[in-house]
C-alpha cells in the first residue's frame, strides 16, 4: 500500500486514464482520515498539502467522476465529501450500469395482488 505522499507524487506526473486511478487512490486513502479532526492539520502532518487534496477532487469533480458537496452559498465541502465516500463507498461503476429502465425494478400488478 503507497503512502499518500507517493500517490500525490504519482498523481502529477501521471497522464490519461493512469491520472484518473491515482486520483481515485488518493481520494480514498484520504477519506480514511475524514473522520480526524483537524482534518486538513492531519493532512499537513503526514507532509501533504491541503490544496493537493482538493485539486485532486476539483479533477475527479471536472472529468464527472465526483461531485463535491456544496454549502448553501456554493462553497465547496471537501471533507463532508470525503465522510460521505468514507461511510459509503459505493463503486461509480455500480451507479453508471444501471438498467435502461432507469431505476429499481418495480413489481408487477399481478405480483402486488397476490397472484
Same mark, same amino acid.
Given at each position: 500500500?503507497?503512502?499518500? +505522499?507517493?500517490?500525490?507524487?504519482?498523481? &502529477?506526473i501521471?497522464?490519461?486514464?493512469?491520472?484518473?486511478?491515482?486520483?481515485?487512490?488518493?481520494? +480514498?486513502?484520504?477519506?480514511?482520515?475524514s /473522520?480526524?479532526? %483537524?482534518?486538513?492539520?492531519?493532512?499537513?502532518?503526514?507532509?501533504?498539502? %491541503? /490544496?493537493?487534496?482538493?485539486?485532486?477532487?476539483?479533477?475527479?469533480?471536472?472529468?464527472?467522476?465526483?461531485?463535491?458537496?456544496?454549502?448553501?452559498?456554493?462553497? &465547496? @465541502?471537501?471533507?463532508?465529501?470525503?465522510? /460521505?465516500?468514507?461511510?459509503? !463507498?459505493?463503486?461509480?461503476?455500480?451507479? @453508471?450500469? @444501471? %438498467?435502461?429502465?432507469?431505476?429499481? $425494478?418495480? !413489481?408487477?400488478?399481478?405480483?402486488? $395482488?397476490?397472484q
Amino acid at each position: 500500500m503507497e503512502t499518500l +505522499r507517493a500517490l500525490v507524487k504519482a498523481y &502529477r506526473i501521471a497522464r490519461g486514464e493512469r491520472k484518473v486511478k491515482v486520483a481515485w487512490a488518493i481520494v +480514498r486513502k484520504a477519506a480514511k482520515y475524514s /473522520d480526524s479532526e %483537524p482534518f486538513w492539520e492531519t493532512i499537513k502532518s503526514s507532509g501533504i498539502s %491541503p /490544496d493537493a487534496i482538493k485539486e485532486v477532487m476539483r479533477f475527479l469533480e471536472s472529468i464527472g467522476e465526483l461531485q463535491i458537496k456544496r454549502s448553501i452559498d456554493g462553497r &465547496r @465541502l471537501y471533507v463532508s465529501t470525503l465522510k /460521505d465516500i468514507r461511510r459509503n !463507498p459505493i463503486k461509480l461503476d455500480r451507479w @453508471l450500469n @444501471l %438498467p435502461s429502465g432507469g431505476g429499481a $425494478r418495480t !413489481p408487477s400488478l399481478s405480483r402486488l $395482488r397476490g397472484q
